[in-house]
Every structure is written in structure tokens, then in C-alpha cells.
Nanobody
């Protein structure tokens, strides 16, 4: 599977916002769920959010730690899957990655593509 490319990270203060982009073609979005993951120093990579279109029906899934603060969406004009991150906390500091999976329900446990370089998000206190 093709590797997806992440962008949009940066440094922000606590309570601030960032928007990440994952380049994902229309074909990729049609066939797979697309998810965001993150890995903080010394910790394992963890699931953040995912989105899929199954038979025209939109499905999203969020980790409990980001519900109500992060929003995942598809920008069809730019062929990207976006992650809007609001009310950021220092514990959100991590390298953020995107990848594909079978469904929004299974992508937290199973991804199908290679991992890219990711994009660094740093939230200062």
C-alpha cells in the first residue's frame, strides 16, 4: 500500500489549535478507513481518530482522550484527511502519523500501510 504523507505540525501553547493534513487520494478514502495515530517519547504509538465512507455512509471514531477536542474530516478538494485539534494540552505532544485500515472499528488494532515520517506536534505549558 502507498505510504500516506502527514503535514501541519508545529509548536503551540496550551489551549491553542493546530490542523494536521494527511494526503489521501479519493481512491484510498473510498476503499479504506484513514486514521490518525500519535507516539510520544518513550511511549507506544496510540490511536487518535479515524474516518471512513462505507457505502456512502460516513463513520468516525475517536480515542476517549481527544473526544470533544479533535475533529477528523475529509477535504475532497485537496485530497486530504484533516485533523483539527483544539484545546490542546501538553499531553498531546507527540509525533502524529496517518495510516489506512480496514474499518474505523478495526483500524486502532490493525493498519494496512507503512508508517511515514509523521509530523511533530509540541504543546507548551
Amino acid at each position: 500500500q502507498a505510504q500516506l504523507t502527514e503535514s501541519g505540525g508545529g509548536l503551540v501553547q496550551t489551549g491553542g489549535s493546530l490542523r494536521l493534513s494527511c494526503a489521501a487520494s479519493a481512491r484510498t478514502v473510498r476503499l479504506y478507513a484513514v486514521g490518525w495515530f500519535r507516539q510520544a517519547p518513550g511511549l507506544e504509538r496510540e490511536f487518535v481518530a479515524a474516518i471512513s465512507w462505507n457505502g456512502g455512509s460516513l463513520s468516525t471514531k475517536y480515542a476517549d482522550s481527544v473526544k470533544g477536542r479533535f475533529t477528523i474530516s475529509r477535504d475532497s478538494a485537496k485530497d486530504t484527511v484533516e485533523l483539527q485539534m483544539d484545546s490542546l494540552k501538553p499531553e498531546d505532544t507527540a509525533v502524529y502519523y496517518c495510516n489506512i485500515g480496514p474499518t474505523t472499528a478495526t483500524i486502532p488494532r490493525r493498519v494496512l500501510g507503512p508508517w511515514g515520517q509523521g509530523t511533530q506536534v509540541t504543546v507548551s505549558s
